[in-house]
């Protein structure tokens, strides 16, 4: 093998360009490329790039270059998890795209229970993307100046915002000053898009309209200071939210949590005083089980930024008695979905947008509350599992042993 790749360095070296239209031809010119002899072969080539992807590689244009094929990623559903939000209300069946065995099988214990218990309540509470903007300056009375001048014009920075989108609005502009560096968070709604291109685009035309018009001298400015959390955990978002803030909440009895669960309120209780415990001690942003599970396998299954699960996966998860029963929530500040734009209109991802009946305009609040509530189910899921001790039992019997 080590030959062989020592062989292909002899060749001419031509780099790979950037190829947004996808075709027939296309892939193949890729594919001659990559079936040099000890690498990929014709069998790698048929399983990524087989006959229904390759007669519709025009449709993959929009969301990737140097398209060779699409790898296909088990999907598994859960449901029927019944859902009372103040968007999301009915039963849905919620599909998830994973390689991790068990991970199904607990969020759809979860939503068995919950379902059972009368339903998962959810809300959106805020809404709002970030982008924030950096603006070098030669000092800090020039950086003041600057701030008065944006305070002064936001008018007219949100006009120029608005007019690069349909449905994004521009909620706030917020200067934050570090000496001579000032970051704006500029936070907008996004409609039922996740937005992450939109209020870029938007932000953009701020600071084009800063730039031409403001009297104070810019040194340097860039689109994105780092500032916002986009795709990583910050403390601004779990304290302001980014995306939508969604909270869902369920009381299981307790009939219910020894039937279905295996377990005693007591005894997850006990087993979340412990948990909370290690999530205080080792410093994480919140207090959660494991959000990212759920996250991953949603998102890829409806086509949402899947690297935005490195922001989305925080948040608080409570459990506490009330009655002889147990109340469950889940507060998550940075769920970035949509129900339109990104990966949605790719054909899997479709199919996965249609099975939840939350395909296109009008559905992106409902979207997010299915996530938090989804979330919701595997906390109770995996906490009941910890505090029965069954963790390590199921994940033998559901993946080791196959």
Same mark, same amino acid.
């Given at each position: 093998?080590?030959?062989?790749?020592?062989?292909?360095?002899?060749?001419?070296?031509?780099?790979?360009?950037?190829?947004?239209?996808?075709?027939?031809?296309?892939?193949?010119?890729?594919?001659?490329?990559?079936?040099?002899?000890?690498?990929?072969?014709?069998?790698?080539?048929?399983?990524?790039?087989?006959?229904?992807?390759?007669?519709?590689?025009?449709?993959?244009?929009?969301?990737?270059?140097?398209?060779?094929?699409?790898?296909?990623?088990?999907?598994?559903?859960?449901?029927?998890?019944?859902?009372?939000?103040?968007?999301?209300?009915?039963?849905?069946?919620?599909?998830?795209?994973?390689?991790?065995?068990?991970?199904?099988?607990?969020?759809?214990?979860?939503?068995?229970? *919950?379902?059972? *218990?009368?339903?998962?309540?959810?809300?959106?509470?805020?809404?709002?993307?970030?982008?924030?903007?950096?603006?070098?300056?030669?000092?800090?009375?020039?950086?003041?100046?600057?701030?008065?001048?944006?305070?002064?014009?936001?008018?007219?920075?949100?006009?120029?915002?608005?007019?690069?989108?349909?449905?994004?609005?521009?909620?706030?502009?917020?200067?934050?000053?570090?000496?001579?560096?000032?970051?704006?968070?500029?936070?907008?709604?996004?409609?039922?898009?996740?937005?992450?291109?939109?209020?870029?685009?938007?932000?953009?035309?701020?600071?084009?309209?800063?730039?031409?018009?403001?009297?104070?001298?810019?040194?340097?400015?860039?689109?994105?200071?780092?500032?916002?959390?986009?795709?990583?955990?910050?403390?601004?978002?779990?304290?302001?939210?980014?995306?939508?803030?969604?909270?869902?909440?369920?009381?299981?009895?307790?009939?219910?949590?020894?039937?279905?669960?295996?377990?005693?309120?007591?005894?997850?209780?006990?087993?979340?005083?412990?948990?909370?415990?290690?999530?205080?001690?080792?410093?994480?942003?919140?207090?959660?089980?494991?959000?990212?599970?759920?996250?991953?396998?949603?998102?890829?299954?409806?086509?949402?930024?899947? *690297?935005?699960?490195?922001?989305?996966?925080?948040?608080?998860?409570?459990?506490?008695?009330?009655?002889?029963?147990?109340?469950?929530?889940?507060?998550?500040?940075?769920?970035?979905?949509?129900?339109?734009?990104?990966?949605?209109?790719?054909?899997?991802?479709?199919?996965?947008?249609?099975?939840?009946?939350?395909?296109?305009?009008?559905?992106?609040?409902?979207? *997010?509350?299915?996530?938090?509530?989804?979330?919701?189910?595997?906390?109770?899921?995996?906490?009941?599992?910890?505090?029965?001790?069954?963790?390590?039992?199921?994940?033998?019997?559901?993946?080791?042993?196959?």
């Amino acid at each position: 093998m080590i030959e062989q790749r020592m062989l292909a360095h002899d060749r001419p070296f031509e780099t790979l360009r950037p190829v947004r239209d996808a075709s027939p031809q296309s892939i193949a010119k890729y594919w001659s490329r990559l079936m040099l002899p000890g690498l990929a072969t014709e069998a790698d080539r048929d399983v990524l790039a087989d006959t229904a992807t390759v007669a519709t590689a025009s449709g993959y244009s929009r969301n990737i270059e140097n398209f060779i094929g699409t790898v296909k990623v088990p999907v598994g559903i859960v449901g029927p998890l019944r859902i009372n939000g103040l968007n999301a209300v009915g039963d849905f069946h919620v599909p998830l795209a994973t390689t991790e065995a068990a991970l199904v099988a607990s969020y759809a214990r979860g939503a068995f229970v *919950a379902s059972k *218990a009368g339903g998962i309540g959810t809300a959106v509470l805020y809404e709002g993307v970030m982008r924030t903007p950096a603006f070098r300056f030669d000092g800090l009375m020039k950086a003041g100046l600057f701030v008065e001048w944006v305070v002064a014009n936001v008018d007219s920075l949100r006009i120029a915002a608005e007019a690069t989108t349909r449905h994004g609005k521009l909620i706030s502009v917020e200067p934050i000053i570090d000496n001579n560096v000032v970051f704006l968070i500029c936070r907008f709604t996004t409609g039922d898009a996740s937005g992450q291109n939109m209020v870029t685009i938007a932000a953009n035309a701020i600071c084009l309209a800063i730039e031409a018009a403001c009297p104070v001298p810019i040194k340097r400015w860039y689109i994105e200071g780092n500032f916002s959390g986009d795709k990583k955990a910050s403390f601004l978002g779990m304290v302001t939210g980014r995306g939508r803030k969604v909270s869902a909440s369920v009381v299981l009895p307790a009939a219910m949590v020894q039937k279905y669960l295996g377990t005693t309120v007591a005894d997850m209780l006990d087993y979340g005083q412990i948990a909370n415990l290690g999530a205080l001690l080792s410093g994480q942003m919140g207090a959660q089980a494991h959000y990212a599970n759920g996250l991953a396998a949603f998102y890829i299954a409806t086509g949402q930024d899947a *690297a935005c699960v490195a922001e989305s996966a925080v948040g608080y998860t409570r459990m506490e008695a009330q009655g002889d029963g147990l109340f469950c929530s889940v507060t998550m500040p940075n769920i970035l979905v949509g129900s339109v734009g990104g990966g949605t209109g790719l054909p899997s991802q479709s199919a996965g947008l249609n099975i939840l009946g939350l395909r296109g305009e009008g559905h992106g609040a409902a979207l *997010a509350e299915v996530v938090a509530a989804l979330c919701l189910c595997g906390e109770i899921s995996i906490v009941a599992a910890m505090a029965a001790g069954h963790f390590t039992r199921a994940h033998q019997n559901l993946a080791r042993s196959r």
